[in-house]
């Protein structure tokens, strides 16, 4: 089966009217895209950001009628920008042609489902991101599964060792963490649906039974061993006295998703001991003590 694809663009005011055109006549998926290279990397705690003007694609199944569609499209303010006719693929599963098993540091893997890791010592993760952040290719999320390769050795862990993976995403971090042999994670993001694909990654590797997800409202503070967030320099300043309390004494943190520039900021909101600061891409991550 071909597939149809109408997009156009209008002002983020005007998003929910030109969806609403979409679901009504037809589409099986509705998707939105910044129409003017302003990237939003993440929102901050209980945001939801959207880009001042956008381009919406609504995707029809062959055989839709298309000319009253573009009709109803142009009889409004919004700018029709193309009609394209695809070929039949299941687009869900298409990143997998890009997405291969990527080792990061000396044991863990990050796997794509339809693929198999032989390395003797693996420690290999099967990873489906679906909608949420979170494959492991990002320079921040590389430095953070680098350092669990790193820090965490079942043989050397406390009991229990907890993590919390604040803005957790795909779950990729908190699952790495697990893998390499931490007791227990709970995640926290602000988005529902990266915590459905945190649970079903989790799932996919026989670890949900670990795991407590949770959205910003919901976490009630409790000490961890472990406390990661990749996520950006406000909301880590924003969250500093929140995930602090949650680091019990002489536990690690780990925060990424900070550029270059704003590590020493970052770091002043932080009244700990910082013990290293990696840099890859103009990006750093950074791991301190609590003493």
Not at 177 to 205: C, F, H, M, W, Y
């Amino acid at each position: 089966m071909s597939w149809i694809k109408i997009t156009a663009q209008c002002d983020s005011s005007e998003l929910e009217v030109l969806e609403a055109i979409y679901w009504s006549t037809g589409a099986v998926s509705v998707t939105v895209e910044d129409a003017e290279d302003n990237p939003i990397y993440e929102p901050g705690p209980g945001e939801e950001p959207l880009w001042d003007r956008l381009n919406a694609t609504g995707l029809y199944m062959e055989g839709t009628e298309i000319e009253p569609i573009k009709t109803h499209i142009s009889n409004t303010t919004f700018d029709l920008l193309s009609v394209e006719t695809l070929g039949d693929k299941i687009w869900e599963r298409e990143w997998l042609t890009r997405f291969k098993p990527v080792c990061f540091g000396d044991r863990l893997w990050v796997c794509p489902t339809g693929h198999t890791v032989s390395e003797e010592g693996a420690v290999v993760m099967s990873l489906d991101p679906g909608l949420a952040f979170g494959t492991g290719t990002h320079a921040t999320t590389r430095m953070c599964l680098s350092w669990l390769d790193q820090h965490i050795d079942e043989s050397n862990l406390s009991q229990p060792f907890k993590v919390l993976d604040f803005g957790c995403g795909s779950g990729i971090l908190g699952i790495g963490a697990l893998l390499l042999g931490a007791k227990s994670v709970t995640g926290v993001d602000n988005d529902p649906q990266a915590l459905v694909a945190t649970i079903d990654n989790a799932e996919r590797n026989h670890i949900a039974d670990k795991w407590s997800v949770k959205l910003p409202d919901q976490y009630v503070v409790e000490k961890h061993q472990l406390v990661i967030a990749n996520i950006l320099a406000q909301p880590l300043v924003d969250l500093s006295e929140l995930l602090l309390s949650s680091l019990a004494p002489g536990g690690d943190i780990v925060l990424s998703g900070i550029m270059k520039s704003q590590s020493d900021w970052v770091q002043e909101a932080y009244p700990i001991r910082f013990e290293s600061e990696t840099e890859q891409d103009g990006w750093v991550c950074l791991h301190g003590k609590m003493d």
